[in-house]
């Protein structure tokens, strides 16, 4: 089984960058997707990005395009999330997640693993 666990979020500045990271346990990962979802409170959690960890296909949500940026490292089994000019509607917590059927990857249901997510504030 596939375990993950989120570490990097904290409380920054807005217009700042943050960079979360997702460690996979030891296996490989060669047709899944590996995504990023968030749950600010009293919303429902919404899908933020994702990538397909064989080729590194990526997908966004409309609201973090051209400001996050997700990537793997595949030979530390690591899910990476480049947050830059982020805003005080970013604030969060951040849920890395792991599909084992390589889905389009924005789909919370298709997600098989998920992690204890890390907190992310942005003052402003």
């Known amino acids: 089984q596939v375990q993950l666990g989120e570490s990097g979020g904290g409380l920054v500045q807005a217009g700042e960058s943050l960079t979360l990271s997702c460690a996979a346990s030891g296996r490989t990962f060669t047709g899944y997707t590996m995504g990023w979802f968030r749950q600010a409170p009293g919303k429902a959690r919404e899908f933020v990005a994702a990538?397909?960890?064989?080729?590194?296909?990526?997908l966004y949500a409309d609201s973090v395009k051209g400001r996050f940026t997700i990537s793997r490292d595949v030979t530390e089994n690591i899910v990476y999330l480049h947050m830059n000019s982020l805003k005080p509607g970013d604030t969060a917590i951040y849920y890395c997640?792991?599909?084992?059927?390589?889905?389009?990857?924005?789909?919370?249901?298709?997600?098989?693993?998920w992690g204890q997510g890390t907190q992310v504030t942005v003052s402003s």
């Open positions: 997640a792991a599909d084992r059927h390589g889905a389009r990857g924005d789909s919370a249901t298709a997600y098989d693993y």
């Open positions: 990538i397909r960890w064989f080729g590194g296909n990526t």
